[in-house]
């Protein structure tokens, strides 16, 4: 049976930093809140306010990936679901994400 975790890492650009993990989803949701804090530090977005759709949304985007990461961290559950995983890889798009190609 092959495993997800036996496979060849992931590689990812985050900011100026070229990251290599393995498949699991809290490595994943990992490389998903270091790339949301680098596009709120970006210079274009540091002074956005809290207060103005994109601050809100960013704020609604933290909370669920905080907890999503919380469940995970304390064993409720092993994996994300799918809908789950479609909804970090969203995510991790809209806060200019990339995947490294080999």
């Known amino acids: 049976m092959h495993s997800l975790l036996d496979s060849e890492p992931i590689k990812y650009k985050v900011g100026d930093v070229d990251i290599e993990i393995n498949h699991t989803h809290e490595n994943k949701l990992r490389i998903l809140k270091m790339q949301m804090d680098n596009w ?30 919380g469940m995970l961290k304390a064993s409720v559950v092993k994996n994300l679901t799918k809908y789950e995983m479609r909804e970090m890889n969203i995510l991790f798009k809209r806060y200019g994400g990339t995947r490294k190609k080999k």
């Open 40 to 69: 709120a530090h970006n210079s274009a977005y540091r002074n956005m306010s809290l207060d103005s759709m994109t601050g809100r949304r960013y704020d609604e985007d933290v909370k669920r990936v905080e907890k999503l990461f």
